[in-house]
């Protein structure tokens, strides 16, 4: 049953939150780890099972992955729906989707320095 992998696929918190994000736009795990305020260590950790699961996959840039939803995952209109749905009514979600909106704004023409590295410099 696909619905059933999906479903479990997504069913924590975490793997909810990273979809969540994913269906905006693809994101490295630094990007994911200062929007989410998770560890990266968290965030690998629950890529690897989504990536398992043909919910997302990463495209490799120099030493970094930009993940992104799959065209599988997609495809699953009543999943991506009820995703943008939930963002709408969790607080969590909700909070993320902010943190990711501003996230975007201060990417410089689409490149992206990490919160770390631009602390430092």
Do not use: P
């Not at 990273?18 to 630094?30: A, G």
């Not at 989410?36 to 996959?57: C, E, F, G, H, P």
């Not at 840039?61 to 943008?84: A, I, N």
């Amino acid at each position: 049953m696909q619905s059933v992998d999906l479903l479990k696929a997504i069913s924590n918190n975490t793997k909810l939150r990273l979809v969540s994000l994913l269906l905006e736009n693809e994101l490295c795990v630094c990007e994911l780890e200062e929007v989410l305020d998770i560890k990266q260590t968290t965030i690998s950790r629950n890529l690897r099972r989504l990536k398992d699961a043909n919910v997302v996959d990463v495209r490799r840039e120099k030493q970094r992955g930009f993940y992104y939803l799959t065209d599988y995952f997609l495809k699953q209109k009543h999943f991506t729906e009820h995703v943008r749905e939930l963002r709408l009514k969790e607080k969590q979600l909700q909070k993320d989707y902010k943190a990711f909106v501003h996230h975007e704004q201060i990417k410089d023409d689409k490149i992206y320095i990490c919160k770390a590295f631009r602390e430092v410099n």
